[in-house]
Nanobody, 122 residues
Framework: QVQLIESGGGLVQAGGSLRLSCAAA??????MGWFRQAPGKEREFVAA????????KYADSAKGRFTISRDNTINTMYLQMNSLQPEDTAVYYCAILLGDWGTTALTEYDYWGQGTQVTVSS
C-alpha cells in the first residue's frame, strides 16, 4: 500500500497560479500522474512523469500552462499551474503507477490520493 497526500489546492482568481504537491509516505521510484475531476464530469488525465523525472506528458488543456515535476529525495511530486481559468476548477488527484512510465489511462494507476480542491474564480 502506498499512501499519497495532496496539498496546495485553494481558491484563486482567473490568471493566477497554484502549486500542488503530492507527498508519498514511503520511497516511491515509480511513474506518477495528476488527474482531475470537475463536478458532474469524469476524472481526466492532466499530466504524468516517469520514475526518474525525465519524461513528462500533458493533456492538451495543460500544455504550456502546467508543469509536472518531482523530487525523489523527498518522495514528492508537484504540479505548477499557471494562467488558471475557471474551467480548471476540479478536485485534483495524484496517483502512482507501479512502473517506470505512466499512461494517460487512469485505470492503469495503482494508488491514489484523496484529492485537493482547486477553485478558480472568474
Amino acid at each position: 500500500q502506498v499512501q499519497l497526500i495532496e496539498s496546495g489546492g485553494g481558491l484563486v482568481q482567473a490568471g493566477g497560479s497554484l502549486r500542488l504537491s503530492c507527498a508519498a509516505a514511503a520511497r516511491t521510484t515509480y511513474a506518477m500522474g495528476w488527474f482531475r475531476q470537475a463536478p458532474g464530469k469524469e476524472r481526466e488525465f492532466v499530466a504524468a512523469i516517469s520514475s526518474g523525472g525525465v519524461r513528462t506528458k500533458y493533456a492538451d488543456s495543460a500544455k504550456g500552462r502546467f508543469t509536472i515535476s518531482r523530487d525523489n529525495t523527498i518522495n514528492t511530486m508537484y504540479l505548477q499551474m499557471n494562467s488558471l481559468q475557471p474551467e480548471d476548477t476540479a478536485v485534483y488527484y495524484c496517483a502512482i503507477l507501479l512502473g517506470d512510465w505512466g499512461t494517460t489511462a487512469l485505470t492503469e494507476y495503482d494508488y491514489w490520493g484523496q484529492g485537493t480542491q482547486v477553485t478558480v474564480s472568474s
